[in-house]
């Protein structure tokens, strides 16, 4: 992948915008040295391309190396309240519990097999699949 490709990429997933409309409504590129300035004041190396091959690598896997993510905003419940779940494919068959505490104290629990999920991407950390499995809540939960 070359280095201009992968360096737009890592500020797609660092949430760093490349293009912009400017006041005439013209399209314009972020230039590269603005990003690669960005990109470090996040603290992310930008000295050599093996160092943003490895900083893109590690923000693309670190949601996959988290159970969940730490928040989830839910303005419009709809039909109900999905929760993704990256868990190790090997352990899919082993039994789960789940506890929601609302800020009003109500407690819902919950168990489930992630093998009996929806099963929505795997990907292979660290030579172990990790799988993305949906966990829908239950109706009470939502409401």
Known sequence: MPDQDLLTKLCRLCGIETRYLDF????RRVPEATQ???LAAMGLPMQDPEALRAAFQAREEHPWRRLLAPVQVVSDPGPGVSVSLHLPKRHAGAPCRWTLT???SSRFVG?????DLPLQAEREIDGDWVGRYVLRLPHQVIC
């Not at 005439?24 to 399209?27: A, H, N």
Request: charged share 40%; net charge negative; proline share 7%.
């Open 102 to 104: 609302e800020e009003g």
């Open 111 to 115: 168990e489930f097999r992630p093998q």
């Open 24 to 27: 005439w409504g013209q399209e």
């Open 36 to 38: 690669r300035a960005l």
